[in-house]
């Protein structure tokens, strides 16, 4: 059974920073595609940022140049280092591993305050 488990949420004045953590475990982490996601009240989830097992990412345009996304495979961990934040970017995160089956996170809120 595969878990995946968010930490490192809270509250951050604007223009801020955090760094989200996602470890997983129970499966080969090292080969899968890994995500992050946001939901906002009253919005849709969104994507935030994409990395391969190769290294390859990709970010919404609402995040380039603030947010990178990163993987230790040795620790099984995909994280997401958030900066310049600004209100709009809270939300609960949600951390993805993507497969022939799709996992999430529990999700873990962000609130940036003006």
């Known amino acids: 059974q595969v878990q995946l488990v968010e930490s490192g949420g809270g509250s951050v004045q604007a223009g801020g920073s955090l760094r989200l953590s996602c470890a997983a475990s129970?499966?080969?982490?090292?080969?899968?595609?890994m995500g992050w996601y946001r939901q906002a009240p009253g919005k849709q989830r969104e994507l935030v940022a994409l990395?391969?097992?190769?290294?390859?990412?990709n970010y919404a345009d609402s995040v380039k140049g603030r947010f990178t996304i990163s993987r230790e495979d040795a620790k099984n961990t995909v994280y997401l280092q958030m900066s310049s934040l600004k209100p709009e970017d809270t939300a609960v995160y949600y951390c993805?591993?993507?497969?022939?089956?799709?996992?999430w996170g529990q999700g873990i809120q962000v609130t940036v305050s003006s």
């Open positions: 990395i391969n097992p190769g290294g390859t990412t």
């Open positions: 129970g499966s080969t982490f090292s080969i899968k595609d």
């Open positions: 993805k591993q993507f497969g022939r089956l799709d996992y």
